[in-house]
């Protein structure tokens, strides 16, 4: 079939979905201060990997990464907010971070509870086949 102008858009333009991106990093060690050997990870865990880092990360903050990367949980430190309503610009804040993945179709089931200075924000995240429960600690809020 050759190409002409003359055919409609349509028939000649062919659209082609871009594949999804590699989830293999490296594995970071968030809990401790050593240095591991590089060790490879993939699947579930990157996953979990990248949703921990995300929403540790404030966006606009580090240069290296875009304004799609990271979560503007920091801005809600020090607001004079009713619980109510800093529950849920904590939900907005997370869903918001999460979602610009595009492995995540959907982020819901919050449960946010605070204890001392840490908040635990408990959530459940869609991606594809796969359903994770995970919970983020956040200190000093």
Same mark, same amino acid.
């Given at each position: 079939? /050759?190409?002409? &102008?003359? =055919? &409609?858009?349509? +028939?000649?333009?062919? =659209? *082609? @979905?871009?594949? &999804?991106?590699?989830?293999r990093t490296y594995a970071l060690d968030f809990d401790g201060d050593e240095l591991l050997?590089? !060790?490879?990870?993939? #699947?579930?865990?990157?996953?979990?990997?990248?949703?921990?880092?995300? *929403?540790a990360t404030a966006r606009y903050r580090y240069l290296i990464y875009d304004g799609q990367y990271g979560c503007e949980l920091e801005r809600l430190l020090g607001?004079?907010?009713?619980?109510?309503?800093?529950?849920?610009? %904590? $939900?907005? @804040?997370?869903?918001?971070?999460?979602?610009?993945?595009?492995? *995540? =179709?959907? !982020? #819901? #089931?919050?449960? *946010?509870?605070? +204890?001392?200075?840490?908040?635990?924000? @408990?959530?459940?995240? $869609?991606? #594809?086949?796969?359903?994770?429960?995970?919970?983020? /600690? %956040?200190?000093?809020?």
């Amino acid at each position: 079939m /050759a190409l002409s &102008p003359l =055919q &409609p858009r349509e +028939e000649r333009v062919v =659209q *082609i @979905a871009a594949p &999804p991106s590699p989830s293999r990093t490296y594995a970071l060690d968030f809990d401790g201060d050593e240095l591991l050997r590089p !060790v490879m990870i993939d #699947g579930d865990e990157a996953l979990r990997q990248a949703i921990r880092k995300t *929403i540790a990360t404030a966006r606009y903050r580090y240069l290296i990464y875009d304004g799609q990367y990271g979560c503007e949980l920091e801005r809600l430190l020090g607001e004079v907010l009713s619980p109510e309503l800093l529950n849920l610009e %904590i $939900k907005r @804040a997370v869903r918001e971070a999460l979602l610009a993945d595009e492995r *995540i =179709q959907d !982020v #819901g #089931g919050f449960d *946010i509870r605070r +204890e001392g200075d840490m908040l635990f924000i @408990a959530f459940t995240v $869609k991606s #594809g086949h796969l359903t994770l429960k995970e919970e983020v /600690a %956040i200190g000093n809020v």
